[in-house]
C-alpha cells in the first residue's frame, strides 16, 4: 500500500498539467481568434415639409423615386406670399421716402414761405401796437371809451401771439427735424425693411428641395391639400451616409477603437464583405449595472458602436442584420 501513494501522486500532477495546458491551449486560441460582432443597418430618414403653410400646388416625386441634393420636390400655391411679398415692398418704398424727407429737412421754399408769414405777422403786429398806443393817449385825455381801448389792446396781443407761431414755423424749417422724428422714421424703415425679408422668405419656403440625395419612402399627402407649416409631405432615406450599429462587451472593447477599419457580412453576399470604421463609441454602457458587480456580471456589459460604411451600395436596407468581423492586424486610426 505505501508503494501506491507516489504513483497517485504522480498521476494528480500528470492530470493538473494537462488541465493546465488545454486552459492555456484554449486561451491561446481564444485569444487570437477574429472578434465577431453582429448588429443593424442604420440609415437616416428626414420628415421633409413646408416650413409655410398653404395649398399644395404640386408634387413631384413619388415613392422610390431616387432624388438628387437641391431637386424640387413640390410646391405650394405662390399666389398669397407674392401677394404678401409686393406689399412689403411697397412698405419699404413709403418708409424710405418717408425717412428721405425727414432727413433732406425743409425745401428753400418752404423756408421762404414761412419767413414771408413772419414778415407780415410783424407787420400786423406792428400797426396793432401803434394802435393800441394811439388809443392808450386818446383814454388818457377821455376821447375814446373804456371799450375802444381793450379792443385795440386785444387786438395787439392777438397780433404778438400770431408773430409769435410765424417765427417758431421759421425757426422748426430753418432747424429741421427733431432727432427723435428721425430716428422714429428710421426705425420704421427697418421694420418695413424687416418685414419684406420674411415676406421673400416665406416666398422662397412654398417650394420643397432634397437636402441630400436619398430615396424617397412614404408621400404623405396629395396636390391640392392644405398644410400647416411643419406638416409632414414626404420622407426621405438618405443615400449616405450608411451606418451599422452594433454592440461589443466590455472584455473586447479594446479592440473596438474609433478609426478602427472592419469587414461587414450580409446574409446576401457573404463571400463579398463590405469596408467600414468604426466612427462612434458609446462611453457608457447600455444596461445599468448592478449595484454590487462581480467579474461575471461586468463582462455582461455592452457598448454601442457606430460603423462607417465606406463602400456603401444601394443593397444595403434598413434593419438589415450584418456580421462585423476585426481582422487580425487591423491598423487604428484616430479620427
Known amino acids: 500500500m505505501k508503494n ?5 501522486v504522480v498521476i494528480v500532477l500528470i ?8 486552459g492555456w491551449l484554449w486561451y491561446q486560441s481564444e485569444r487570437e481568434k477574429p472578434l465577431m460582432l453582429y448588429g443593424n443597418v442604420d440609415i437616416r430618414t428626414v420628415n421633409m415639409s413646408f416650413r409655410a403653410g398653404g395649398r399644395l400646388a404640386t408634387l413631384k416625386v413619388d415613392e422610390g423615386d431616387a432624388v438628387k441634393a437641391g431637386e424640387t420636390l413640390g410646391e405650394l400655391d405662390k399666389g398669397p406670399y407674392q401677394n404678401a411679398l409686393q406689399q412689403a415692398e411697397a412698405n419699404v418704398a413709403a418708409a424710405q421716402a418717408k425717412f428721405d424727407l425727414v432727413i433732406a429737412g425743409y425745401r428753400d421754399e418752404e423756408i421762404s414761405q414761412a419767413a414771408a ?8 403786429y406792428d400797426y396793432a401796437q401803434n394802435f393800441y398806443q394811439r388809443q392808450q393817449g386818446l383814454w388818457a385825455r377821455r376821447v375814446v371809451s373804456a371799450n375802444d381801448l381793450e379792443n385795440a389792446r ?3 396781443s392777438q397780433a404778438k401771439a ?3 407761431a410765424a417765427q417758431d414755423k421759421l425757426n422748426q424749417y430753418r432747424t429741421g427735424n427733431r432727432p427723435q422724428e428721425i430716428a422714429q422714421a428710421q426705425a420704421s424703415l427697418q421694420q418695413a425693411k424687416a418685414q419684406l425679408a420674411q415676406a421673400q422668405l416665406d416666398l422662397q419656403d412654398t417650394t420643397l428641395i432634397a437636402p441630400s440625395d436619398g430615396t424617397i419612402l412614404t408621400r404623405a399627402v396629395e ?3 392644405m398644410l400647416n407649416a411643419g406638416s409632414t409631405v414626404l420622407t426621405l432615406s438618405l443615400t449616405r451616409p450608411v451606418w451599422v450599429r452594433a454592440y461589443v462587451n466590455e472584455v473586447s472593447l479594446h479592440k473596438a477603437q474609433p478609426g478602427t477599419e472592419v469587414q461587414i457580412y450580409t446574409d446576401g453576399r457573404p463571400d463579398k464583405p463590405y469596408r467600414g470604421k468604426i466612427g462612434f463609441v458609446s462611453p457608457t454602457a447600455e444596461f445599468t449595472p448592478k449595484t454590487v458587480e462581480t467579474p461575471d456580471l461586468r463582462t455582461d456589459l ?8 465606406t463602400d456603401a451600395d444601394n443593397s444595403l436596407r434598413q434593419g438589415m442584420p450584418v456580421t462585423v468581423s476585426f481582422n487580425d492586424g487591423t491598423q487604428h486610426e484616430q479620427q
Request: a positive charge; proline letters at 5%; one cysteine or more.
Open 4 to 8: 501506491k501513494k507516489p504513483i497517485v
Open 223 to 225: 396636390p391640392g391639400s
Open 15 to 22: 492530470a493538473l498539467l494537462a488541465v493546465c495546458a488545454g
Open 302 to 309: 455592452v457598448y454601442r458602436l457606430r460603423i462607417i460604411v
Open 117 to 124: 408769414q413772419v414778415n407780415q405777422a410783424q407787420a400786423a
Open 154 to 156: 386785444s387786438a395787439s
Open 162 to 164: 400770431t408773430l409769435k
